[in-house]
């Protein structure tokens, strides 16, 4: 959202930036900071397996359960 025009714009790349979507929470990491994540990604879940979407080629996959661990390091721990 661009504030001062009021209006949204369009994004091509997150850049170094990872969002992950859960169903209560949602933020963004620096992925160079976290082993396992992937820049211009977004990880979310459906309450049972946790997905990741590339956005660089659009494909979508299922994170392994080794995957789904690393993914644990950078769940705030507040959550």
Same mark, same amino acid.
């Given at each position: 959202?661009? %504030?001062?025009?009021?209006?949204?714009?369009?994004?091509?790349?997150?850049? +170094? !930036?990872?969002?992950?979507?859960?169903? /209560?929470?949602?933020?963004?990491?620096?992925?160079? %900071?976290?082993?396992?994540?992937?820049?211009?990604?977004?990880?979310?879940? +459906? !309450?049972?397996?946790?997905?990741?979407? /590339?956005?660089?080629?659009?494909?979508?996959?299922?994170?392994?359960?080794?995957?789904?661990?690393?993914?644990?390091?950078?769940?705030?721990?507040?959550?």
């Amino acid at each position: 959202m661009d %504030e001062e025009l009021a209006k949204w714009i369009e994004v091509k790349s997150l850049g +170094d !930036n990872a969002f992950v979507i859960a169903t /209560d929470t949602c933020f963004s990491v620096l992925a160079h %900071e976290f082993y396992g994540c992937l820049q211009n990604s977004i990880y979310f879940t +459906d !309450n049972k397996d946790i997905f990741k979407l /590339d956005n660089d080629n659009g494909s979508i996959e299922i994170m392994s359960e080794l995957s789904q661990s690393c993914f644990q390091m950078f769940v705030p721990s507040f959550l």
